[in-house]
């Protein structure tokens, strides 16, 4: 008996010394794979601003927005009619300010005071990491604050224009802040989750719920003190009062079905749908038919 207790308890630790190195490089080896997909999502990279607002002819200042961060938030301002309302351009993930312009100059032929701003890990010079929505969203109600600032908008009404990570942010924002009137939200989604799911299938090729969920909890334990806000959906029936359009990409398929979810659960508003979402370098007719849409939106909700 205590002979084979012996050999039991000595294939135990053999078995013990044998797979518990192999299960830690298992771990560590997936641990750095998920950290290497949550990085490259995190960082989409530098895009150059091919355009400026003098290139349309737009009178413009560069300047630096307040951010409640650690850094300030660079911007364009294009002044339109004193005392119109002011709308703030927010392009998404990946893109530039200067893929806002041509819709600026649609916006600007209308009156309304402009600002546009590049989100976080993109534009020509990107501030930091992109966090999906999360900092997005603390430097969108930074802006609002500066817009309701400036003397020469009408503070009481505000609209806003964003696409994906910015459209999220610009509804939170419009969910937080009554002076926010209207708000055009090309390819939305309902939580930050989603979004990181869309950029991993997107970027990777790779559409896999476990690779999803570990890309996920890494993308926690990055933001821990934010995990509150992280694990909440928009706050979609505190949008009730506010024009909302909705703005539906067919070829970002995910998105294109948040986007409707999203609408179907809104308290009201409008829906568009467009061959694609607002993107990088978009050209041609269909960006003429996008920007008149979206700038009668904001004529007839604002002025």
Same mark, same amino acid.
């Not at 950029?199 to 969920?213: K, P, Q, S, T, Y």
């Given at each position: 008996m205590k002979r084979r207790a012996f050999k039991a308890k000595t294939k135990s630790g053999w078995l013990l010394r044998t797979l518990l190195p192999s299960c830690l490089v298992l771990l560590a080896g997936s641990a750095l794979v998920l950290g290497f997909l949550v990085y490259k999502v995190s960082h989409p990279g530098a895009v150059t601003e091919s355009v400026n607002p003098s290139h349309y002819l737009l009178p413009s200042l560069e300047l630096q927005i307040p951010s409640s961060r650690a850094e300030s938030i660079p911007g364009w301002w294009i002044p339109g009619l004193r005392h119109a309302p002011g709308i703030i351009l927010a392009p998404g993930y990946g893109m530039s300010r200067s893929d806002a312009l041509s819709l600026a100059v649609a916006l600007h032929q209308h009156g309304f005071n402009l600002l546009v701003i590049d989100q976080r890990g993109s534009g020509a010079a990107p501030r930091g990491a992109s966090t999906l929505g999360l900092e997005e969203t603390k430097e969108m109600?930074?802006?609002?604050?500066?817009?309701?600032?400036?003397?020469?908008?009408?503070?009481?009404? +505000?609209?806003?224009?964003?696409? *994906?990570?910015?459209?999220? %942010?610009?509804?939170?924002?419009?969910?937080?802040? /009554?002076?926010? $009137?209207?708000?055009?939200?090309?390819?939305?989604?309902?939580?930050?989750?989603?979004?990181?799911?869309?950029?991993?299938?997107?970027?990777?090729?790779?559409?896999?719920?476990?690779?999803?969920?570990?890309?996920?909890?890494?993308?926690?334990?990055?933001?821990?003190?934010?995990?509150?806000?992280?694990?909440?959906?928009?706050?979609?029936?505190?949008?009730?009062?506010?024009?909302?359009?909705?703005?539906?990409?067919?070829?970002?398929?995910? +998105?294109?079905?948040?986007?409707? *979810?999203?609408?179907?659960? %809104?308290?009201?508003?409008?829906?568009?749908?467009? /061959?694609?979402? $607002?993107?990088?370098?978009?050209?041609?007719?269909?960006?003429?038919?996008?920007?008149?849409?979206?700038?009668?939106?904001?004529?007839?909700?604002?002025?």
């Open positions: 109600a930074d802006a609002v604050r500066f817009m309701v600032g400036r003397p020469e908008n009408n503070p009481e009404r +505000l609209g806003i224009w964003g696409v *994906d990570t910015s459209a999220f %942010a610009a509804l939170e924002s419009a969910a937080a802040f /009554p002076e926010v $009137r209207a708000v055009a939200a090309d390819s939305a989604y309902e939580t930050i989750e989603q979004f990181l799911g869309y950029r991993i299938a997107e970027d990777f090729g790779v559409d896999n719920r476990v690779l999803r969920f570990g890309c996920w909890q890494v993308f926690r334990l990055l933001h821990i003190p934010d995990l509150r806000f992280l694990d909440r959906s928009l706050p979609v029936e505190e949008l009730a009062g506010k024009s909302v359009l909705f703005i539906q990409g067919d070829e970002r398929r995910i +998105l294109a079905a948040s986007t409707a *979810d999203l609408h179907g659960k %809104a308290p009201h508003g409008e829906f568009m749908t467009h /061959p694609t979402g $607002r993107v990088h370098a978009m050209s041609g007719e269909g960006l003429k038919n996008y920007d008149r849409q979206v700038a009668g939106f904001f004529h007839l909700n604002l002025q």
